[in-house]
């Protein structure tokens, strides 16, 4: 199957030495346990969350054979290869492909700003065609917040309609599920086979009775286990309740630096402090926030 299947992703922390080279073989077993006890159907490794674009380009083309070597099912994997640069994205997209990953999560070129659609889609049209695969799925990542470089709903479906199977889905990093929403409706959502992932669990139920395919969260690199039971409780109280869980978990990871709070959880539960480490310029949360965010998880006793 080439296409990601659906469900709750983890957008995966990584890894880094004190060089700021990843940690490769670590990588991969932090995303086998998402995959197992960690409770994810998927992940996304090497998107913002992972510091993609902070990644060596060298760590970032060998990752897909460590994963290939280590038996990760490709459904289950969407690459972040999105770069700046239209050759470095080819590179990083082919890479993947050559490895059997074939779904690739792909920001617009970021440094550039005021693109013109015509200007994107002259981009993403490029990606295709040089990596030249059918099978290549592509979901395209609107964070306007970061990259400052929005999709408009035209541009996504001129894609789609060019391009067919290819242009898999979107990845909806706003924040605003009205944005979400807007993409569902115009490209038809999951009956169309158009796979839009909001990125907060917050919005899990708010998407899937919409027609989103899931989520893919940063914060589920600590809550995915929650937001299964949400998914999969009846309709009714046991819903209402398990919700309130996920939004109460998500609201407390919001409170502290993303990233540096997924890397300070993972430390505690394997008792590795190297996790700890950030490429900079983002640091690592100071001994206080450390504390304070452990006494906030504590008192969640269902994540």
């Known amino acids: 199957m080439t296409k990601a299947r659906r469900g709750i992703y983890a957008a995966a922390v990584t890894p880094f030495d004190q060089n700021g080279r990843v940690q490769q073989e670590k990588l991969v077993g932090y995303c086998q346990h998402l995959l197992s006890d960690g409770g994810c159907d998927g992940v996304a490794p090497i998107g913002t969350t992972g510091e993609g674009t902070s990644t060596a380009m060298a760590d970032r083309l060998a990752l897909p054979a460590a994963f290939a070597e280590a038996g990760i099912e490709a459904d289950r994997v969407i690459f972040g290869t999105g770069a700046p640069s239209l050759p470095d994205c080819v590179e990083l997209t ?3 492909c050559a490895s059997g990953y074939f779904n690739a999560l792909i920001l ?6 005021n693109a013109s659609d015509d200007g994107l889609f002259a981009f993403y049209a490029s990606v295709i065609e040089q990596v030249g695969r059918d099978d290549l799925r592509i979901f395209l ?6 990259s400052m470089v929005p999709f408009s709903t035209d541009l996504v479906l001129r894609l789609k309609t060019e391009f067919g199977p290819i242009i898999a889905g979107l990845k909806d990093s706003s924040g605003d599920f009205e944005q ?17 992932y909001p990125s907060s669990e917050a919005f899990l139920w708010d998407g899937l009775s919409t027609g989103s395919a899931g989520i893919i969260s940063g914060s589920t690199n600590l809550t995915a286990r929650a937001v299964q039971a949400a998914k999969n409780a009846p309709e ?8 309130e869980v996920v939004r109460t978990a998500r609201a407390t990871a919001s409170k ?3 990233m540096a709070s997924m890397k300070t959880a993972e430390s505690w539960r394997s008792g590795d402090e190297t996790w700890l480490t950030m490429q900079p310029p983002l640091r690592p949360m100071p001994e206080e926030q ?9 008192a969640i006793t269902a994540i």
């Open 180 to 196: 979400s929403r807007g993409f569902i409706e115009a490209t038809g959502g999951v009956a169309e086979d158009f796979d839009v």
């Open 236 to 243: 009714g109280p046991a819903r209402d309740a398990a919700m």
């Open 94 to 96: 082919s890479a993947a």
């Open 290 to 298: 450390k504390a304070a965010f452990k006494k906030d998880l504590d």
């Open 108 to 113: 617009p070129p970021y440094y550039y700003k």
């Open 141 to 146: 990542y609107h964070f306007p917040q970061m």
């Open 256 to 258: 502290y630096p993303l």
